[in-house]
């Protein structure tokens, strides 16, 4: 089991197998990986691999960010009641999705220096799936 930290929140990431009742998510469907805030733990299937297997560890990052920065509160304030969750799931696949073509741009632009911009963890993920 690894994790990492973001604002200061430990998050342990768990590879479970893809028929582990842990991976039913709030709204009682049974999906790939589940970010549970309470215990701060990421449990992602253990079929899993490749591209896809950083897809939903990115998304799954990104709930843990919402969480560990405050930014629930946000789409609270922002969302109404009924849209709440779809607009926390369209961030998390924003970040999933488009994340690694903002830090390569990023990278482009900075070089070396990029390692300031571009999360180390993600980094090592991207070094990693390739």
Do not use: K
């Not at 789409?75 to 999705?97: S, V």
């Amino acid at each position: 089991m690894g994790g990492f930290t973001l604002n200061g929140y430990f998050w342990a990431v768990e590879f479970v197998d893809p028929m582990d009742s842990l991976l039913i998510d709030r709204e009682g469907d049974h999906t790939l990986a589940t970010t549970d805030p309470t215990d701060r733990t990421v449990r992602i299937s253990s079929d899993l691999t490749g591209g896809m297997l950083l897809r939903v560890l990115l998304h799954e990052i990104g709930h843990c960010a919402l969480f560990s920065f405050g930014l629930l509160e946000d789409i609270r304030r922002m969302a109404r009641p009924e849209y709440r969750a779809e607009m926390e799931e369209w961030a998390c696949n924003l970040i999933a999705d488009y994340g690694l073509a903002i830090f390569s741009a990023a990278y482009s632009v900075l070089g070396e220096a990029a390692i300031e911009v571009v999360p180390y963890r993600i980094e090592q993920i991207m070094r990693g799936a390739a």
